[in-house]
């Protein structure tokens, strides 16, 4: 029969009786723990022994995959959590560094098709720069509040806004909701970790740095630089006439615009939402995208997209050489993301309803809106285009639709988007 050996637990004595077939389990007077040999020798298991009411066992882990070290060292954390509730388990995760945690989702990223390319390029910087630096080495069983802003938030926010200390927390907190439903860790730490428990300082939203009466100003320079850099002009006018992102615009392909239907649409891979997105194309944008259309067929280009790589053949323009176009003609003054944000800054003033607004950018409706939506049909959304075209030609959008490349004699003056209605 096997025997139980009173011994102090190390991987070392595990390996030392582990040909002794007398010996079948391993009891570490230091700790309520045991460690059961398995029929294969090579492989055994740990178990928490708790008296209450009589010996009571639980299994925390196998062994070698947890091996000694780990095993003592997580003891007190799995003992608290038994303490708080009986009924917890008493398991020990494989990993003992947070950086463990960090790797295997960075890896998983890799081949997530279910997130868009900037987001795991994003969430993979997080890791990378941040994260790993500041928490790789930590053991997971010291990973809590007070670690978290000794080690990341309260150094990070000495040197970047505070709305990217709260997203690279945030990554993290996806980092680990992940790990736990996916049964890679026991416990999540970051369980009701919030970033006001570090600050009380809010966060304000960045400020407008394209305002309505930037327009004007914004089309006639495109106006003027349409002959010399249509691919950039085209990509910027798209982004303004129908506040799409980046992404979604600088991979628009030509056989899903169609000028004579006077549609555009965005297939759920190409868009954030991982949802199909449908956008009216207004006169003037089919006229403006004709034109364009012409002027790439003139330059020799006859391809599938909107904005081909200029460096890759039969590929979309990179994100690298979209984001150069902002920094060409935004001049460091504004970015895509201020572009994006103009439109629906001046469609309120323009009477065009806030769910509209909402379609338009593509943005998630509860059940209440798509009931009312469906109610109303595809057609508000032209509505609302044409009413926020008419006024852009109101700026000089108009000079740009403009075939002959003929320009105005005098810029036309900024026009109130209320004042317009009137």
């Not at 997203?167 to 860790?185: E, P, Q």
């Not at 970051?190 to 930037?214: C, Y």
């Not at 809106?369 to 959008?397: C, I, M, P």
Request: with cysteine.
């Amino acid at each position: 029969m096997a025997q139980t050996l009173q011994v102090q637990i190390s991987d070392a004595v595990i390996k030392r009786y582990a040909g002794d077939l007398t010996i079948g389990e391993l009891k570490d007077p230091r700790h309520p723990l045991r460690f059961r040999y398995r029929n294969d020798r090579s492989k055994g298991s740990w178990h928490l022994v708790r008296y209450d009411g009589g010996g009571k066992w639980k299994k925390a882990a196998n062994w070698p995959e947890v091996p000694a070290r780990l095993m003592l060292d997580s003891l007190p954390l799995v003992q608290a959590r038994l303490l708080a509730d009986p009924a917890s388990v008493a398991t020990v995760d494989g990993w003992e560094r947070v950086g463990q945690v960090l790797e295997w989702y960075a890896e998983r990223l890799k081949t997530d098709n279910s997130l868009s390319q900037s987001r795991r390029a994003s969430t993979r910087s997080a890791i990378n720069c941040q994260l790993l630096p500041a928490l790789g080495e930590l053991h997971l069983s010291k990973l809590n509040t007070d670690t978290l802003d000794r080690h990341l938030v309260w150094h990070m926010q000495a040197e970047y806004s505070l709305s990217y200390v709260k997203s690279v927390l945030d990554v993290l907190k996806v980092v680990f909701g992940a790990a736990l439903v996916l049964r890679k860790v026991t416990v999540n730490p970051l369980v009701g970790v919030s970033f006001k428990h570090f600050t009380k300082a809010k966060i304000r939203p960045k400020g407008a740095r394209l305002r309505h009466v930037a327009v004007v100003d914004l089309l006639a320079e495109w106006a003027e630089a349409f002959a010399s850099d249509p691919a950039a002009v085209a990509l910027l006018v798209l982004m303004l006439t129908h506040a799409t992102r980046i992404s979604e615009t600088r991979l628009a392909k030509w056989k899903n615009v169609h000028l004579v239907a006077g549609e555009w649409f965005i297939p759920a891979e190409d868009t954030k939402s991982k949802r199909d997105h449908l956008l009216p194309l207004t006169p003037q944008v089919v006229a403006f995208l004709q034109r364009y259309l012409e002027n790439q067929k003139a330059r020799g280009y006859d391809g599938a997209y909107l904005f081909p790589s200029s460096v890759r053949s039969g590929r979309p323009m990179s994100r690298s050489q979209a984001f150069a176009i902002f920094t060409r003609l935004g001049a460091g003054e504004w970015t895509s993301h201020d572009l994006r944000k103009l439109a629906p800054s001046i469609w309120a003033n323009l009477g065009i309803d806030s769910l509209v607004g909402k379609l338009l950018l593509n943005h998630a409706l509860s059940e209440l809106e798509r009931t009312y939506f469906q109610a109303l049909g595809e057609s508000v959304k032209r509505n609302a285009l044409d009413r926020w075209h008419a006024w852009l030609d109101a700026q000089g959008f108009d000079a740009l639709q403009d075939k002959t490349g003929a320009r105005r004699a005098i810029k036309p003056e900024v026009v109130e988007p209320a004042d317009w209605l009137a």
